[in-house]
């Protein structure tokens, strides 16, 4: 499968009418692979606790690849299990040591939350990444381990590449963040918590926090290890402990349900979404309301979620701050809508694995549409698309899936550099195709 995709660099969108007669709805069943925000959260705790943990069906993509082999260069035992269903890891915690050269790649997880954990190690640990890994942010997580008293090379630029000087213990404490561009800053510092010797409070300093269902996320999976967390206003307080080793099965990552939703929406039918939790803290999990929002009918029961579309879509006007990795999905559906969209309170979406509101807006006042692009939100105005060229990619996920959306809808487009939904999906053009064969 690596090898097949390795060469679809430039990749046809499927056009709905182009498959079969375009009277014949969706009829379609998937399974989503696993959450990546849970699997390398999961990853984290695991190799910090006291004791072994397995961790079943956890997601197979460049992030997660990135995020163990950065925690086996630290000196954690990580085995791949073989299972029916794919594999298992199972994680047996080691005594952390450099040195260590670790690549990021593009993954806002790995760069942010493996840093803090180095600091546990003795010795240099080297971090860099893919080439837009130098432009994103990370200097609060930076500045919070200075603040700690942790020894960081980096050229007093507060990016990477950086250098961790290792001590092979932090004593913990106190530290103020600016965490307005990313949830992450905070939920990296809360999962080095526990290990500490004195733990660890968080306090955020900056004028919003973006994206807080992953900090109750990182919350949630600390306590299910054992960790205790204290919550007030803007500040985190996480007291030392002995984490305790887990086997726990990763939820479908939610997120990656939004283009199949959407697919149903767009082209009429029924996609059913094997497995949705009942409760979660995945932001993901709105998706029930938005996409309900703008048309689609949603059920939920023990087989999953069932989402059943008419090829009609309402535009919304929504504020996506908590929310705002599903911007592209929603955007694109937005694009194809018979009333205009407000897409607000996603302004740290600039921030990401490309500025995501210039990107939308490029890729599709270039098919034809219109979008104007605010400081901090889009507005999308119904318009008559059409295309025979490419939709460019960034090498940004969500950018990929958002062309192939829309692909369903207006015929003739090209998504650039398909491989790069590997970072969170390991084959999605056969997952899509497979969807639209029913």
């Not at 040591?97 to 493996?114: C, E, H, K, S, Y």
């Not at 689609?296 to 879509?313: P, Q, R």
């Not at 939709?391 to 950018?399: I, L, N, T």
Request: hydrophobic share 40%; with cysteine.
């Amino acid at each position: 499968m690596a090898g097949r995709l390795a060469h679809m660099t430039n990749w046809s969108a499927p056009f709905r009418s182009g498959l079969r007669p375009a009277s014949v709805p969706i009829n379609a069943e998937l399974s989503i692979p696993g959450s990546k925000s849970a699997t390398n959260r999961a990853l984290i705790l695991a190799a910090i606790a006291s004791s072994k943990s397995i961790i079943r069906k956890p997601l197979a993509s460049r992030d997660t690849d990135l995020m163990v082999d950065g925690l086996r260069k630290l000196g954690c035992k990580i085995e791949k299990i073989n299972t029916k269903d794919g594999f298992d890891y199972e994680i047996t915690p080691q005594p952390l040591m450099g040195p260590a050269q670790i690549d990021v790649g593009n993954a806002g997880t790995v760069m942010r939350f493996l840093p803090p954990i180095a600091a546990l190690a003795k010795g240099l640990i080297h971090f860099d990444g893919d080439e837009r890994s130098h432009e994103r942010p990370v200097a609060p997580v930076i500045d919070g381990l200075e603040q700690l008293g942790i020894s960081i090379e980096h050229g007093n630029k507060y990016r990477l590449p950086l250098t961790i000087n290792g001590s092979g213990k932090v004593k913990g404490g106190t530290v103020k963040i600016d965490a307005s561009a990313s949830s992450q800053f905070v939920s990296a510092l809360l999962l080095l918590a526990p290990a500490t010797e004195d733990g660890i409070t968080i306090q955020n300093i900056g004028p919003s926090l973006p994206s807080l269902p992953h900090i109750e996320m990182t919350i949630q999976m600390l306590q299910l290890f054992g960790a205790k967390v204290e919550i007030s206003e803007n500040t985190w307080k996480v007291s030392p402990c002995k984490l305790i080793g887990q086997d726990l099965i990763i939820e479908p990552d939610l997120s990656n349900a939004a283009p199949f939703m959407a697919a149903a929406m767009i082209c009429g039918g029924t996609v059913l979404i094997k497995d949705w939790p009942e409760k979660t803290a995945q932001p993901g999990d709105q998706l029930r309301s938005i996409f309900s929002s703008m048309g689609a009918k949603i059920t939920h029961d023990k087989a999953g979620l069932k989402v059943s579309g008419s090829g009609s879509v309402k535009g919304i006007d929504i504020d996506l701050s908590n929310v705002g990795e599903l911007t592209p999905s929603i955007a694109a559906v937005a694009s194809l809508a018979n009333t205009a969209s407000t897409l607000r309170g996603i302004g740290h979406l600039r921030l990401h694995e490309t500025d995501r509101l210039a990107a939308l807006a490029s890729e599709i006042n270039n098919l034809g549409g219109s979008v104007t692009e605010g400081p901090g939100e889009l507005l999308i105005k119904p318009t008559q698309m059409k295309s025979s060229q490419i939709f460019k990619s960034y090498e940004d996920h969500r950018m990929a899936t958002a062309g192939a959306i829309i692909g369903l809808a207006i015929e003739g487009i090209t998504v650039e550099n398909i491989e790069t939904t590997r970072k969170t999906l390991s084959d999605f053009p056969g997952m899509w195709q497979a969807m639209l064969d029913g």
